[in-house]
């Protein structure tokens, strides 16, 4: 265990538990398979968070949405699957890059299939994401899909930290 009398700047974030908790996006709804998670949040220009997380409600869909303080956050961004052609989106990732412009990575379901794609949707806003034009930007291929991407710039370079997975579908004979 860790003291906080002690912090560098780079540590001075808050340790979680150590301040009052709040939900910032409930679940839409009570019951199973509803839930909202899997977040990626990034500063604006202008001092605000912007969020993107996943809806489960029967149809998955990415949520952009926009807090000046980090707990009341209003929408201004919905991708739903269909926009993707995804059977389904899972988690995605919000990044800002040097020239300002926005991306949002959504890991994406080939339909009738385990294979796994990411797209990127990039425009000069957040709000502009929900119109931008999808691009495939890491496909997998026949026996690896890829999802749930966690993508950073350093100041130099891009990089990109991805889950991939690779089956074997094999032939069963039955009598």
Request: a positive charge; proline letters at 7%.
């Given at each position: 265990m860790t003291?906080?009398?002690h912090r560098?700047?780079?540590r001075a974030f808050p340790l979680p538990g150590r301040g009052r908790p709040t939900v910032a996006v409930p679940a839409p709804g009570p019951g199973p398979q509803r839930w909202a998670g899997a977040p990626s949040a990034a500063l604006d220009a202008d001092g605000t968070f912007v969020l993107a997380y996943r809806v489960r409600d029967g149809e998955d869909h990415n949520v952009v949405a926009r807090?000046?303080?980090?707990?009341?956050?209003?929408?201004?961004?919905?991708l739903p699957r269909h926009r993707f052609g995804a059977a389904m989106v899972e988690?995605?990732?919000?990044?800002?890059?040097?020239?300002g412009r926005w991306r949002l990575y959504v890991s994406c379901a080939t339909p009738g299939t385990?294979?796994?794609?990411?797209?990127?949707?990039e425009a000069?806003?957040?709000?502009?994401?929900a119109e931008a034009d999808v691009r495939p930007v890491f496909e997998g291929d026949a026996r690896t899909g890829v999802k749930d991407p966690v993508i950073r710039y350093d100041g130099r370079e891009w990089r990109a930290w991805i889950c991939a997975t690779h089956w074997t579908c094999r032939a069963r004979r039955t009598a």
């Open positions: 003291s906080n009398t560098s700047p780079a807090s000046a303080d980090g707990e009341r956050f209003t929408t201004v961004a919905l988690r995605p990732a919000l990044v800002r890059t040097s020239s385990k294979h796994w794609w990411i797209g990127v949707v000069a806003s957040p709000e502009g994401l």
